[in-house]
């Protein structure tokens, strides 16, 4: 099950502070984007309580009647964590650390045999769940196909110092470097640019 960005509704995106890329949703995979709700050790997490939690959910895609109870939210929070020590390490060339990989396999969603007569056989599915738990299966079935899938060397990090976010590089040569060429790369140019003048001038 991919959920890539194109599958994700932009319409009530927020405002993001300008330290971090324009678009929250720039990594085109949820489980990506999930880990981007909080980057940079410094940086202000958007998922500070439950409500914001709600509030991210429905911009991606998973609206939920409510905000989870303070449970709930925690193992979403531990989740993300898992997740973000998994992709660190993968994004750097390294190998992830089991623990890790093995708390994530225990959190795979669920699946579902049903008929299907036309083709005469089974297909998967979820089963059906409560909003806030399809949504983690949706977060953790999508990393546990990048993480088992061929293409594990896009898994990437921007390198900006002041954004760090991951992103599924699906450029045709595996060469992207930024999260946002239009946002990190272009604040790189310019940075360069200013440093190459004060240095002539």
Known sequence: MVTAVSQIDHASVIPLPVRVPKSEFVAGRLSLAFCNTVALPDAADRLEDAAAFAAWSARAGFPL???PDAAAFAEMLALRATLRTIFAALATGLAPDQAALDRLAALAPPVRLIWNDRENRAETGL?????????????VGDAIE???????????????HDCRWFFFDTSKNGKRRWCAMADCGVKAKVNRYRGRHMVLS
């Open 65 to 67: 009647p409510e905000p």
């Open 127 to 139: 089963a059906e769940h409560h909003p806030l738990l399809r949504l983690a299966h949706a977060i």
């Open 146 to 160: 990048l993480v088992s899938g061929p293409d594990v060397q896009r898994i990437k990090q921007c390198p900006a």
